[in-house]
């Protein structure tokens, strides 16, 4: 009743986010926003701790100096989430940039790989996904597989709700026993 209220006065905030090594595509579906940037991250590292010097474009002009190390966030020879941490802090940088402020109302999250999907999703992929998804702020977390979406499918419930993936193999609220 209360989340009803408020998306009838502040909007659903759906945002899209197609990913590969070479290009992160984030989509603000309700106000039509689009940032395309390099999925890159300029890091410093001082006492065993990371300070984020620069993400996207910017981190690229931060490579001359001998204390940073530039890296890119979904570049691995065999996963498309290498390093959660820094996936994470780049993807919260580019939604506040293209929300323009915080959100009253957690967005809906549509995550689309790209690349490395060559036998499908496993299960261990699509969990990170939808943390990764939860931990930028996504109240519902979507994983697609396929085109990219148009603004209209991203806009209708029914549409995510039917079409997006499931858990593969084993279903995320399976009655498993564990041994003790």
């Known amino acids: 009743m209360i989340i009803d209220f408020l998306f009838s006065i502040f909007g659903k905030n759906t945002i899209y986010i197609k990913f590969s090594s070479d290009l992160i595509h984030i989509r603000y579906a309700e106000k039509d926003r689009i940032i395309e940037e390099k999925p890159v991250i300029a890091i410093s590292k001082i006492k065993n701790r990371y300070k984020v010097v620069a993400v996207g474009k910017d981190s690229v002009r931060t490579q001359a100096s001998p204390k940073v190390q530039v890296y890119n966030v979904f570049k691995h020879p065999r996963a498309f989430l290498p390093n959660f941490e820094f996936a994470e802090v780049t993807l919260r940088y580019f939604i506040y940039k293209i929300v323009h402020r915080k959100m009253l109302v957690r967005p809906i999250i549509v995550l689309h790989p790209t690349e490395k999907l ?3 999703i496993t299960q261990i992929e699509f969990k990170s996904l939808v943390e990764l998804g939860t931990s930028i702020g996504g109240r519902k977390v979507f994983i697609w597989k396929g085109h990219t979406l ?13 079409n997006c993936l499931e858990s593969p193999d084993i279903p995320l609220n399976s009655n498993i026993t564990r041994h003790k």
């Open 150 to 162: 148009t603004n209209r499918e991203l806009l209708d419930p029914s549409f995510l709700e039917k």
């Open 118 to 120: 060559d036998g499908g």
